[in-house]
Every structure is written in structure tokens, then in C-alpha cells.
């Protein structure tokens, strides 16, 4: 069974303190959501160990005749690069889009339109409770386990590193951000699934993660340069390796909380839009 319906929007708005302890309440809601798939966490750690084993053996190969640095970077550069991309990917990776898409198909993102409450915040929540649970039962043993079988150079220094945890945090909200734009994309197309694979590899590739930015021809790296893929992997990279003067990395995180907020922007218009006449299924 299907409606075509107009929505209501709720006309009572809570106060900004109850919206935090909502907020609070959706994050807690998201990190225990997970628990039901710790084992799928625990495989995790294996799944990007492998990873990070494949690339560690192709650099190596790449690098066996080179004499010195292959575009700029060295070979503990690269693999530090390898190994400390996997284990950021490990806690900005988030799934608001391939949910919101199972949701409209099920019928049930029409409770999100009777929740007194922003539904892209209310996704963005809960992917900050999905983090927190991958930071403390995935990035951390990840990263522990890589530390201590990959050469993985340490931070260039304390202020590098710290830069590198303000760019992880923006990385998760783009990555937020960008799902949420996609999920949304659910409402007038109802199937996203060949949507969502595009999403999956354009970032994987733009992002740096796959390879480093400076392996692209001029042209695309100018490109990127436009978009804000870049930000989610490539930035804090190059932020952790020391390959930026501070005031560089200044200006590209400060280019980076740009795109946060005008994805977040552009996520609530599309969202205002998308709703304005919706068919939900189900019974």
C-alpha cells in the first residue's frame, strides 16, 4: 500500500536546552544501535588490517627501484599515509544514507516528520553515537594493531596532531553531511542503491584514500581542489605527516569547516524540498 500526502510540519519548536538532551538521547540511541553488530566491528579490525597489508606490499613494490620520493612523499611517508588513512576511514565511515533509503522505502521516515526535532541532526546524532562506537571498539584497536606491525611514522609534532583531530572531526561531517544529501535523494527517487555505489567510489577516490592527490594529473588535482571530498582524507594526511606550514593547514581546515557548513546548508534546503509532497509505502 502507498499514499502520496503533504506533511505536516510540527508547529511547537522545544527549547534549546531540550533539543540538546534529545540530541543527546539520539546519540546514545545510535552507539547502542551498534551493539547489536559488535562481531561485524570485531571483523572490522581484520577487514582494514587487509587492507592496509595490500597497500603496504603494493608501495613497497612502487617504491622498490626509486631512488627517492615519488611525488614529494618518501616510503615511510606513503605508508604511514596508507595506514593512518584506514585507520581515520575506520571513524568518520558512516551509513545515514543507505538507512534513510530503507526507511522510505519501509515507510517508516514518516515518524521522522512528527519528531519535534531537525531529522538531519537527528541522522547526524546518531552517526555520532555510531563513531563513538567505532572509535572505541574499532579506530583504537585498529590503530594499535597497524602501530604495531606497519612502520607508521608518529605525528610531525603535538600541534600537527592536534590539527589532524580538528580535520577528523570535520571529515566525519562531511562525510555526514554528503550521506544525508544522498539519503534524502531516497524521497522523490525511492531506489538510491546505484547512487549510493557512485557516492561510495567517487569518495573513495577523490578523498585521497585510495592514493595520495599528488599522484593526479595538474587538471583533476585542480579539480579536487574545488570540491570537498579532499577534505575527508587527504587534508588530515597531510596535516598528521607535517607536509603543511601551520599556516597552510590553517587555511585548509578553515576551507574545510567552510564545506561543513555549507553541506549541512545545502543538505536542510534539499530536505525542505525533497519533503514538500512525499509517498510513503508500506502498511
Not at 613494490?61 to 595506514?83: D, E, K, M, R
Not at 544514507?97 to 546518531?126: C, H, N, T
Not at 547512487?195 to 585510495?210: D, P, T, V, Y
Request: proline content about 5%; charged content about 10%; aromatic content about 14%.
Amino acid at each position: 500500500m502507498s499514499a502520496t500526502r503533504t506533511l505536516p510540519i510540527p508547529a511547537h519548536k522545544p527549547s534549546l536546552l531540550t533539543s540538546l538532551k534529545i540530541y543527546r538521547e539520539f546519540i546514545r540511541i545510535g552507539f547502542v544501535n551498534i551493539l547489536a553488530f559488535r562481531l561485524r566491528y570485531y571483523t572490522g579490525i581484520i577487514t582494514y588490517l587487509i587492507n592496509v597489508t595490500v597497500y603496504y606490499f603494493i608501495w613497497r613494490a612502487v617504491f622498490a627501484n626509486a631512488t627517492g620520493s615519488i611525488a614529494g612523499f618518501s616510503l615511510p611517508q606513503i605508508l604511514t599515509y596508507v595506514s593512518v588513512g584506514w585507520i581515520l576511514r575506520s571513524f568518520y565511515w558512516n551509513t545515514i544514507d543507505q538507512e534513510m533509503a530503507y526507511e522510505v522505502i519501509d515507510g517508516k521516515i514518516a515518524m521522522d516528520f512528527i519528531k519535534p526535532v531537525s531529522v538531519q541532526w537527528m541522522w547526524l546524532a546518531r552517526a555520532m553515537g555510531e563513531s563513538a562506537f567505532r572509535l572505541i571498539l574499532l579506530t583504537a584497536p585498529t590503530a594499535i594493531v597497524v602501530a604495531l606491525l606497519f612502520p607508521v611514522l608518529p605525528p610531525a609534532s603535538k600541534l600537527n596532531f592536534a590539527l589532524f583531530l580538528v580535520a577528523a572531526v570535520g571529515s566525519f561531517f562531511i562525510m555526514g553531511a554528503l550521506n544525508f544529501i544522498i539519503g534524502t535523494c531516497a524521497i522523490p527517487l525511492t531506489s538510491i542503491l546505484a547512487l549510493i555505489r557512485a557516492k561510495f567510489w567517487l569518495i573513495e577516490l577523490l578523498s585521497g584514500l585510495l592514493i595520495p592527490l599528488n599522484f593526479f594529473p595538474r587538471s583533476l588535482q585542480i579539480v579536487s581542489s574545488l570540491l570537498p571530498f579532499e577534505h575527508i582524507a587527504y587534508t588530515p594526511l597531510q596535516i598528521y605527516l607535517g607536509r603543511l606550514s601551520t599556516t597552510e593547514s590553517l587555511k585548509l581546515l578553515g576551507l574545510e569547516y567552510f564545506w561543513v557548513v555549507a553541506l549541512i546548508l545545502l543538505g536542510h534546503l534539499w530536505w525542505i524540498r525533497a519533503t514538500r509532497k512525499i509517498t510513503i509505502h508500506g502498511g
